[in-house]
């Protein structure tokens, strides 16, 4: 189960931490909405409303989470909770308007989306969900409920167009085998997560402090070869000889010659450690926010996700990178496979904000131009 960010408090300049996970309402689709399931034990109505969710009782949750609100309107998580307590009452309507304000005032906070969207499947609004979870990754790309969840909906999608197909030309043995195999796999999908819910209930859990991501460990740079050059020394002049007609004059000897000056050793180009100072700038620039200095570490032709334009691209990370508040952004476990000029560099990003903490496997592949290696394509896992 992975830590999530808290959601901000408005009334307060405390942030409280909770454990967010993919379970408490399974709906017709059998997508995972995004529930709470640990909290600080406050004395209030809030820690009342989360228990009453916890026990069932919905209508008297409501009151307790409403009764919390009167006096914190702003309030994230006692918004987020309400939503939570909505869904289970199947009231929809009521639950879409609370996480869709959710999204306006927190952007940047993936599980509103992702609830939103289990609740466009349940209505078989397909198109709907499919943007809310898209928009879920864009904020949070490592966001494994939101993919689940996508896979999901492209298998309905799948579905309702094989059935289309089937509709027009009913002797199309093709669509018919790939209606089956879609049936199937969302048929199996749903029993297991029945199986498992029916097999063992969730329990509350402690609250989790966000770990600290490990420091980055220096990569040692591979041991320089070194071309030796042993001195050199001419072979002496010949000594002239005597004609045997003239008289004998002193022998002459050619002067002896100074030794070579000793070569400079060369050292091998060690391309890892330029690739690693490659990374850990665009790291550092990152962290400190230099939104120049972090774009002039991509490409001209790096590629954009999701059909994005360059232009659009960087507009969408100047925002990001240059928005108000202190970040870290690490590295750890670095690995690098060269290829000419080209190389694919592995590690584990640590990035750490006053509201979030994720530790997640990043890829980038860095080609290198005018002496200087460059990121051409960047995403999330291996």
């Given at each position: 189960m992975s830590i999530l960010p808290a959601l901000p408090t408005a009334a307060s300049s405390t942030t409280f931490r909770f454990r967010l996970s993919a379970q408490a309402f399974v709906l017709a689709l059998g997508l995972s909405v995004v529930s709470l399931t640990a909290l600080p034990v406050r004395a209030d109505s809030y820690s009342e409303a989360s228990q009453l969710l916890k026990s069932g009782q919905h209508a008297e949750a409501l009151k307790q989470v409403n009764r919390h609100l009167s006096a914190k309107p702003k309030d994230a998580q006692g918004r987020f909770l309400k939503g939570i307590i909505l869904t289970g009452m199947n009231k929809q309507k009521e639950a879409i308007?609370?996480?869709q304000k959710l999204t306006e005032d927190y952007p940047d906070l993936p599980e509103p989306y992702n609830n939103l969207a289990v609740i466009y499947a349940q209505q078989k609004q397909y198109d709907k969900a499919k943007q809310a979870l898209e928009l879920a990754i864009r904020t949070h790309p490592a966001y494994a409920t939101a993919h689940e969840n996508l896979g999901d909906i492209y298998s309905r999608l799948a579905s309702q167009a094989y059935g289309k197909a089937l509709q027009i030309d009913s002797s199309n043995a093709s669509a018919q085998t790939k209606l089956?195999?879609?049936?199937?796999?969302v048929d199996g999908a749903k029993a297991g997560k029945g199986k498992a819910a029916e097999s063992k209930p969730a329990a509350p859990s402690t609250p989790v402090t966000p770990v600290k991501p490990p420091a980055a460990t220096p990569v040692t740079p591979p041991t320089p070869v070194v071309i030796a050059s042993a001195d050199t020394k001419p072979a002496p002049a010949p000594v002239a000889r005597p004609a045997e007609v003239k008289p004998v004059p002193a022998p002459v000897v050619a002067p002896a010659l100074a030794p070579a000056p000793k070569a400079?050793?060369?050292?091998?180009?060690?391309?890892n450690s330029e690739i690693t100072a490659a990374v850990d700038g665009w790291l550092a620039a990152w962290s400190k926010k230099d939104v120049s200095s972090y774009l002039a570490h991509y490409a001209k032709?790096?590629?954009?996700?999701?059909g994005q334009s360059r232009k659009e691209w960087e507009e969408e990370r100047t925002q990001r990178v240059g928005k108000p508040g202190k970040i870290d952004v690490s590295r750890d476990k670095l690995s690098i496979k060269i290829e000419g000029d080209k190389a694919t560099v592995r590690f584990r990003q640590g990035y750490k904000s006053a509201t979030f903490n994720s530790n997640s496997t990043k890829t980038l592949v860095l080609v290198k131009r005018d002496?200087?290696?460059?990121?051409?394509?960047?995403?999330?896992?291996?």
């Open positions: 308007e609370v996480f089956a195999m879609i049936s199937d796999l400079e050793p060369v050292k091998a180009v060690d391309v032709d790096f590629q954009t996700s999701d002496g200087k290696w460059l990121i051409q394509q960047e995403r999330v896992g291996g």
